[in-house]
């Protein structure tokens, strides 16, 4: 096997202005190291909430249950697991327990008794699961809550600024959140900030016969976890900015910024786009940045020599007619415009949804004319820019709720480097 | 989380803290940072040197005289200086458990006779900002407005738009229709304008 280095950085251009606050961006690539042997895997404490309002009835929530019931096959005794049921009431079904054989016999027979009914407390159902995560927080394991529902919350807290609030804070006290949305009528923006503040995914289950899919592979993913809580720690000089433009969340800790991009399984490639804000300089002078990997247990670190988990990159002060001349690394153009690309789609879906079609149409044409300014002959660009401003139109008139999310889900899952089903992306070959 | 433990070479170190490797050099030679493990070109420094150096600079804006900054920096070790060069202050992880965390925002764990209700009126500055670690996420909580008497289930709240790094619109929710479609639009345009990209 080839080693892949666990962090590699490139510039889309090595020279800045002097009389500019240049902004520069930079595509960091993590690669989270091959698997332990299987019975070294680190344990997982997850909770099941599934929501049984009336929407749910038929065979969503069969096709729920029964994915449950084999997601915990999956576990053994090293794990725990808990199922609560929510509607306008919350149910624990199994409270936190060992995945033992009987444990999880019981937990079949006990979901085989769920019907749906009633309206939609996803808040109070989410706190419930969490709890019962919480009450045996496993302190070198991975402890999540797993929340599915197809309906808008409207009992309990129902905003999702507030809820997403939530999240991050259980996830800073080690609990994380994955949510699956189900059908047309779920609300993408509150789910999808859930899971990015609670440092899990949010899957887009279309329809019911894809409930299976998607929570099978969140479990196996939890299970293939390789390294938690990872962060990229970025140092740079006080006065030069730094921000992520993919969606992972953005700190500071101190004098430096912290990245977040939360549990990696084995292999799994994540790409980061950074933006670098310079302060005006010299002429000749050069300034760097030093990116730093680093995760709870230490298991970047631990990859071999001290200069394996980190990478360095420096810019030089030139005049404009160096700068204006410069070469330009066509992939970090294109993560960079697949980034802005992103944004611009998930902008549009809310502008469409919120009836503001002209919006959606300005927003898309706009971030298109952008990338065709760099875009130079380069074939990928300029096919992005083509794909936006047929969208422009698409989106220039009321949509579907099914293709607005299909649309928010596409775009969401290329700025996470995560593949169309929303599973994440590993080292090839 | 053990940070990372970057070494870095005499010209980063430099660039790092925004002086020349020139002042550093000067700087040790006045007993205002130690000196490296090793010599030479392929000296070494760390975190330690790094916010040494930030703090060093950080006094010097303020006029201090170099004697009065080495008399200062003498009476501190490495972890207070850490500490004072880390300015703004570095996010200390939460104080309380998860479990706490849930049982403060749902309430005892016993089966509540109104639990809807209690969840509704729980009071938003409940859980503020005691023990918060910064995120990007907004915190509408804490300029969120009292629900009006007789209205205590129509609960407005400010929603907080990043329009770019350091700029935001603060808009208090609900909005008639037609108004929220002109902040949707004012919102647009304003980003438009704001976002910058690499032309």
Not at chain 1, 29 to 38: C, S
Not at chain 1, 330 to 351: H, I, K, N, Y
Request: glycine content about 8%.
């Amino acid at each position: 096997m080839t080693t892949q280095p666990a962090i590699t950085a490139r510039a889309d251009r090595r020279l800045i202005r002097p009389h500019h606050r240049s902004k520069r961006f930079v595509l960091v690539q993590v690669t989270a190291p091959p698997a332990t042997r299987e019975r070294d895997r680190l344990p997982v404490n997850l909770a099941f909430v599934l929501d049984r309002s009336g929407s749910m009835s038929g065979q969503k929530i069969e096709l729920a249950k029964q994915t449950i019931a084999a997601a915990l096959e999956h576990l053994d005794g090293r794990d725990r697991f808990s199922i609560v049921v929510y509607d306008d009431v919350v149910d624990l079904v199994v409270e936190s327990t060992p995945g033992s054989p009987e444990a999880r016999r019981n937990a079949v027979a006990r979901l085989d008794a769920i019907d749906a009914r009633g309206s939609t407390n996803l808040s109070e159902g989410w706190f419930r699961g969490a709890e019962q995560v919480a009450t045996h927080l496993a302190a070198d394991g991975v402890n999540r809550c797993l929340v599915l529902t197809d309906g808008l919350a409207n009992k309990g807290l129902t905003d999702a600024t507030e809820l997403a609030k939530h999240a991050s804070e259980l996830r800073a006290r080690g609990v994380s959140t994955t949510t699956f949305g189900v059908g047309a009528d779920f609300d993408e923006v509150l789910l999808q900030g859930m899971a990015d503040a609670g440092g899990g995914h949010f899957y887009f289950v279309r329809d019911a016969a894809t409930i299976r899919d998607h929570i099978t592979s969140e479990v196996g993913e939890t299970l293939e976890i390789v390294a938690r809580d990872v962060e990229l720690e970025v140092v740079a000089a006080e006065d030069v900015g730094v921000e992520a433009i993919s969606p992972q969340p953005t700190r500071p800790r101190g004098s430096r910024t912290v990245i977040g991009l939360g549990d990696l399984v084995a292999e799994q490639v994540i790409d980061v786009v950074l933006r670098i804000t310079f302060p005006y300089g010299e002429i000749g002078r050069e300034t760097g940045v030093i990116i730093g990997l680093m995760d709870r247990d230490s298991v970047f670190a631990a990859g071999g020599r001290a200069t394996a988990s980190d990478a360095r990159l420096s810019w030089a002060y030139a005049d404009d007619a160096a700068n204006d001349a410069q070469e330009r690394d066509t992939d970090v153009d294109r993560a960079v415009a697949s980034q802005f690309a992103a944004r611009a789609r998930q902008e549009a879906v809310r502008l469409n949804r919120a009836g503001d079609y002209l919006s959606a149409r300005r927003i898309l044409d706009s971030t298109g004319r952008r990338i065709r300014a760099y875009a130079g002959r380069d074939p990928e660009l300029r096919e992005l820019v083509g794909e936006l401003a047929a969208e422009g139109d698409t989106f220039a008139a009321p949509m579907p709720a099914m293709a607005l999310k299909e649309a928010h889900f596409a775009s969401a899952n290329m700025a996470r480097t995560r593949d169309a089903q929303g599973r994440s992306l590993k080292r090839r070959g | 989380m053990a940070p990372s433990d970057p070494r870095y070479s005499l010209t980063e170190l430099a660039d790092l803290a925004g002086v020349t490797p020139r002042t550093v050099r000067y700087y040790m030679s006045q007993g205002l940072l130690p000196s490296p493990g090793a010599s030479g070109p392929g000296a070494k420094y760390d975190d330690t040197h790094l916010g040494r150096l930030r703090l060093v600079r950080r006094l010097q804006r303020e006029h201090l005289p170099l004697a009065e900054i080495r008399q200062r920096l003498a009476g501190l070790d490495d972890t207070a200086i850490a500490t004072l060069a880390e300015a703004p202050a570095a996010v200390a992880d939460p104080q309380d458990s998860a479990l706490d965390y849930i049982r403060r925002v749902l309430g005892p764990p016993q089966v509540q006779p109104n639990r809807h209700l209690a969840m509704k009126q729980l009071p938003l500055r409940a859980y503020s900002l005691a023990t918060e670690p910064v995120t990007d996420v907004p915190i509408p909580n804490i300029l969120s407005v009292e629900p009006a008497p007789g209205r205590s289930f129509e609960r407005s709240q400010w929603e907080r738009i990043p329009l770019a790094p350091d700029i935001e619109l603060h808009v208090r929710r609900p909005l008639p229709r037609p108004l929220a479609k002109q902040v949707d639009r004012l919102v647009s345009i304003a980003r438009d304008l704001l976002e910058e990209d690499p032309s």
